[in-house]
């Protein structure tokens, strides 16, 4: 029977990482199933690299995809692909990963047609490069690219204006766009090996203390969108993994970007109880 590799988006675990190291989190997170993970948001220094490996050996972790910049532009690793080609495909060999991913639009392309779309060229002619050395690139969706242009998506638009660059597209940002998950995700098939695994939620209006102030209660009012643990949001995660599986992706990334207090390894338990609870307790191991 057919079936993906569920893992995690280590952005979730990145105050976790900072307080106990790569090799000891990845240890955690070995001990709660989890056997596949995505790096992002994580330095790629010698000694995070060595704990990586390490860590993939020691506990039997896949490192499904690396992340990096495709050329300098606030990049948080210092990092990119325009810069450091050579390095970022090392550390992909070193750790057994066949995948990149870029994590958002630059930030000085959001807002621009044009811009984007001279991104979009640049970031084909990568993944034509990365390629010849064995390694996919993939772009990740945000909300931003569901602005419409002469009545389309700007992603769709991205999509339509390359050939080798893939998509991971995140559940969570598709339906803040404004869609449903499900057949979005349909309409990517074959140019989806990841995506990304991410409840939607709005949390608890609270109102400031004091009198009465329109704009305060405006930003309350409209600012408690939350990202959620899969099952205690609104969106058809079961449905999403079936249709990314259908599609062709191999990897369903659980991320959460805000846990709101709670522990990450908390989170990450809470989402794993719900998706062995829906059937896919045989999609956490190789």
Same mark, same amino acid.
């Given at each position: 029977?057919?079936?993906?590799?569920?893992?995690?988006?280590?952005?979730?675990?990145?105050?976790?990482?900072?307080?106990?190291?790569?090799?000891?989190?990845?240890?955690?997170?070995?001990?709660?199933?989890?056997?596949?993970?995505?790096?992002?948001?994580?330095?790629?220094?010698?000694?995070?690299?060595?704990?990586?490996?390490?860590?993939?050996?020691?506990?039997?972790?896949?490192?499904?995809?690396?992340?990096?910049?495709?050329?300098?532009?606030?990049?948080?690793?210092?990092?990119?692909?325009?810069?450091?080609?050579?390095?970022?495909?090392?550390?992909?060999?070193?750790?057994?990963?066949?995948?990149?991913?870029?994590?958002?639009?630059?930030?000085?392309?959001?807002?621009?047609?044009?811009?984007?779309?001279?991104?979009?060229?640049?970031?084909?002619?990568?993944?034509?490069?990365?390629?010849?050395?064995?390694? #996919?690139?993939? $772009?990740?969706?945000?909300?931003? +690219?569901?602005? @419409?242009?002469?009545?389309? *998506? %700007?992603?769709? /638009?991205?999509?339509?204006?390359?050939?080798?660059?893939?998509?991971?597209?995140?559940?969570?940002?598709?339906?803040?766009?404004?869609?449903?998950?499900?057949?979005?995700?349909?309409?990517?098939?074959?140019?989806?090996?990841?995506?990304?695994?991410?409840?939607?939620?709005?949390?608890?209006?609270?109102?400031?203390?004091?009198?009465?102030?329109?704009?305060?209660?405006?930003?309350?009012?409209?600012?408690?969108?939350?990202?959620?643990?899969?099952?205690?949001?609104?969106?058809?995660?079961?449905?999403?993994?079936?249709?990314?599986?259908?599609?062709?992706?191999?990897?369903?990334?659980?991320?959460? #970007?805000?846990? $709101?207090?709670?522990?990450?390894? +908390?989170?990450? @338990?809470?989402?794993?109880? *719900? %998706?062995?609870? /829906?059937?896919?307790?045989?999609?956490?191991?190789?």
């Amino acid at each position: 029977m057919k079936k993906g590799m569920i893992g995690i988006q280590m952005s979730t675990i990145k105050s976790t990482i900072a307080e106990r190291g790569v090799y000891d989190t990845l240890a955690a997170c070995a001990d709660l199933g989890y056997h596949c993970v995505e790096v992002s948001q994580l330095p790629m220094t010698a000694e995070n690299v060595d704990g990586l490996r390490r860590a993939s050996e020691n506990f039997d972790i896949q490192i499904a995809a690396n992340s990096a910049a495709l050329e300098p532009a606030k990049a948080p690793s210092g990092e990119t692909l325009a810069t450091d080609f050579d390095k970022i495909v090392s550390d992909c060999k070193t750790l057994n990963c066949s995948m990149l991913r870029i994590g958002m639009l630059p930030f000085h392309c959001m807002g621009s047609f044009d811009k984007t779309l001279d991104f979009a060229k640049r970031a084909d002619e990568m993944a034509e490069k990365l390629a010849e050395q064995g390694i #996919d690139l993939y $772009y990740h969706n945000h909300h931003i +690219e569901f602005v @419409k242009y002469d009545g389309q *998506y %700007l992603l769709d /638009i991205i999509k339509d204006n390359t050939k080798r660059l893939g998509f991971e597209l995140d559940t969570h940002w598709i339906h803040r766009g404004g869609e449903d998950p499900v057949p979005f995700i349909k309409k990517y098939a074959g140019r989806i090996r990841l995506l990304h695994l991410k409840d939607y939620r709005i949390g608890e209006l609270k109102l400031p203390d004091g009198p009465f102030d329109p704009k305060t209660f405006f930003a309350a009012f409209t600012g408690i969108v939350e990202f959620a643990e899969l099952g205690r949001g609104s969106l058809k995660i079961k449905d999403c993994i079936e249709a990314g599986l259908e599609g062709g992706s191999e990897y369903f990334l659980i991320e959460q #970007d805000d846990t $709101y207090g709670l522990d990450p390894l +908390e989170s990450l @338990k809470i989402s794993r109880d *719900y %998706l062995y609870e /829906i059937g896919y307790k045989d999609w956490f191991q190789r």
